[in-house]
């Protein structure tokens, strides 16, 4: 396996970074997780814009062009002879000295890492054996005014902290006023008398990459959509439900909190139409 660190690829037993790195020190970092399908990364266009932003939210001006960033990941996975890939993408601030507000950013730390997964599309298969299970737990969501929403940091505790509440393949986290906010690792969609619905993002809720085409693809086949503030109730009397994010795509949730979900025919429709969009432009 090799790994791109710093501007080079290097074998992953070589492949480190410092103890004084932000990013180790502070979590002060961004990062994006994408999938790869035939080489080529799905939806790059969203992803590094997300990552922009996430930059921004960080005031981390890390100089690097993102037609740099774009030919990293596509050298690692061309050295590691994937194309079909999880794909990891972090910048930090780098190593600075040992003080809580950063100086301004000379020598970012970029690392890409990649792993193999099954092709996607209508020819592929599933990175999950089983429809998901999941709990609503007590680890709230950080409130936007907080944390960005939006950013996507190396400080990932909250989402930890929300897995080790839940016996469960994902935990589901409320906002500050009891509502549905996201998974740990996932956005939440639900069904009920054939309208799709989801958490608005005016809530503490991840703009999703695959959330927005999943959306853009219930547009397009006519599926009513609802974004709004929901209930836990709400979700647990829900006709069918499942989860989204780059790995999963679109993965149907089986229970929540033991009511009984999983998929129907609106989450059957858009899995169809989402592996099409794949092999369409990938394959």
């Given at each position: 396996?090799?790994?791109?660190?710093?501007?080079?690829?290097?074998?992953?037993?070589?492949?480190?970074?410092?103890?004084?790195?932000?990013?180790?020190?502070?979590?002060?970092?961004?990062?994006?997780?994408?999938?790869?399908?035939?080489?080529?990364?799905?939806?790059?266009?969203?992803?590094?814009?997300?990552?922009?932003?996430?930059?921004?939210?960080?005031?981390?001006?890390?100089?690097?062009?993102?037609?740099?960033?774009?030919?990293?990941?596509?050298?690692?996975?061309?050295?590691?002879?994937?194309?079909?890939?999880?794909?990891?993408?972090?910048?930090?601030?780098?190593?600075q000295p040992?003080?809580?507000?950063?100086?301004?950013?000379?020598?970012?730390?970029?690392?890409?890492?990649?792993?193999?997964?099954?092709?996607?599309?209508?020819?592929?298969?599933?990175?999950?054996?089983?429809?998901?299970?999941?709990?609503?737990?007590?680890?709230?969501?950080?409130?936007?005014?907080?944390?960005?929403?939006?950013?996507?940091?190396?400080?990932?505790?909250?989402?930890?902290?929300?897995?080790?509440?839940?016996?469960?393949?994902?935990?589901?986290?409320?906002?500050?006023?009891?509502?549905?906010?996201?998974?740990?690792?996932?956005?939440?969609?639900?069904?009920?008398?054939?309208?799709?619905?989801?958490?608005?993002?005016?809530?503490?809720?991840?703009?999703?990459?695959?959330?927005?085409?999943?959306?853009?693809?219930?547009?397009?086949?006519?599926?009513?959509?609802?974004?709004?503030?929901?209930?836990?109730?709400?979700?647990?009397?829900?006709?069918?439900?499942?989860?989204?994010?780059?790995?999963w795509e679109?993965?149907?949730?089986?229970?929540?909190?033991?009511?009984?979900?999983?998929?129907?025919?609106?989450?059957?429709?858009?899995?169809?139409?989402?592996?099409?969009?794949v092999e369409?432009?990938?394959?």
């Amino acid at each position: 396996m090799y790994f791109h660190v710093n501007g080079d690829l290097v074998p992953a037993a070589e492949a480190t970074v410092s103890v004084r790195d932000r990013g180790f020190m502070y979590g002060d970092a961004a990062f994006e997780t994408l999938r790869a399908y035939g080489g080529d990364p799905f939806e790059w266009d969203a992803h590094a814009d997300r990552l922009r932003s996430t930059c921004d939210a960080l005031a981390l001006d890390h100089g690097v062009p993102e037609a740099d960033l774009r030919a990293r990941v596509d050298e690692t996975l061309a050295a590691n002879d994937m194309e079909d890939a999880y794909v990891k993408l972090s910048i930090s601030r780098g190593v600075q000295p040992g003080k809580l507000s950063p100086d301004p950013v000379e020598d970012p730390t970029v690392v890409v890492y990649v792993s193999d997964l099954p092709r996607g599309g209508v020819a592929g298969e599933s990175v999950w054996d089983a429809p998901a299970t999941a709990e609503v737990v007590e680890t709230r969501r950080v409130p936007d005014a907080a944390l960005p929403a939006s950013a996507k940091t190396h400080n990932y505790l909250n989402g930890i902290l929300a897995r080790l509440d839940a016996d469960a393949d994902e935990a589901v986290t409320l906002d500050a006023e009891g509502a549905i906010a996201e998974g740990a690792t996932s956005n939440l969609f639900f069904v009920r008398d054939g309208v799709l619905k989801t958490p608005s993002l005016d809530g503490p809720v991840l703009p999703g990459i695959t959330r927005r085409v999943v959306l853009e693809l219930a547009a397009d086949a006519g599926i009513p959509t609802e974004t709004g503030s929901y209930s836990p109730d709400a979700v647990r009397d829900a006709d069918e439900a499942f989860l989204t994010n780059s790995t999963w795509e679109l993965r149907p949730l089986a229970r929540l909190d033991g009511a009984e979900l999983g998929a129907g025919p609106v989450t059957d429709r858009l899995a169809g139409a989402f592996d099409e969009r794949v092999e369409r432009r990938h394959y």
